[in-house]
């Protein structure tokens, strides 16, 4: 069996006549959280944290589409109207900006703004499915159960941000719907150094109770063992 060196034991990947059962999920490394003038830098976060994983990720995004692997991108955001933005939502944080508002990339965290793009280095290729999502786990109210079952997938690797947030979010709702999880811990970041740590060790404690955890040349090594 085909194995990736991750905690707290070795992640198994499928054989290689199944190989597009495994996909790359790149959460929400949108400019709205990456950037200065978003939301992130609007919350008063140092947003040069999460920039410093967009290396790693692009490596491996450029493996994935090398190997002829599944890649899915996510992103947080709303329609113009509003309309699928809780108001409690929009009014926490007391952020100098909050949804909907205009900003220097255009309105906060709303489908089709500048803001709301992923970042150029990440940006999604032709066929690459990309979801958008009103809330902050990528299987509420997006269809990407349904997404994935109809492409086989049942793999998931992810990376992203922010890791206590979105990613961890995302991890435990595949996780309870049978998804094989496996966090890229340099490929994933926070605001908040210790927060990303906390959460690395919540995923992998008690055996693997959400998923395993590895790092980006571990994985590179074994896909292209595997699948190469």
């Known amino acids: 069996m085909n194995r990736v060196v991750a905690s707290p034991y070795p992640y198994p990947l499928p ?16 400019r709205d959280f990456v950037e200065p003038g978003g939301f992130g830098a609007a919350l008063g976060n140092k947003v040069e944290h999460l920039q410093k994983i967009i290396p790693t990720v692009a490596d491996l995004l450029r493996t994935f589409r090398e190997l002829g692997l599944p890649v899915i991108h996510t992103r947080e955001g709303h329609h113009p109207d509003l309309s699928d933005c809780p108001p409690t939502k929009r009014s926490r944080g007391n952020s100098t900006l909050r949804i909907g508002d205009p900003g220097p990339m255009g309105r906060i965290l709303v489908f089709g703004e500048p803001g709301n793009d992923i970042v150029p280095a990440l940006r999604p290729g032709a066929g690459e499915l990309v979801i958008d999502k009103p809330g902050k786990g990528a299987f509420y109210a ?28 995302s ?10 999880c496996l966090l890229v811990e340099d490929g994933t970041e926070s605001y908040f150094p210790d927060f990303k740590q906390a959460t690395v060790r919540m995923i992998q404690s008690q055996g693997g109770i959400v998923g395993w955890v590895t ?3 571990q994985l590179t090594e074994a896909l292209r063992q595997s699948y190469g």
Do not use: P, W
Request: charged share 30%.
């Open 15 to 30: 054989a290689k006549d199944s190989r597009n059962r495994v996909a790359l999920v790149i959460i929400d490394m949108q």
């Open 142 to 169: 997006t269809g990407l159960h349904e997404q994935l079952k109809a492409r086989g997938i049942t793999h998931l690797i992810f990376t992203g941000v922010t890791t206590e947030v979105c990613v961890q979010t």
């Open 171 to 180: 991890m435990r709702e595949a996780n309870d719907r049978g998804y094989e």
């Open 215 to 217: 790092k980006a040349d």
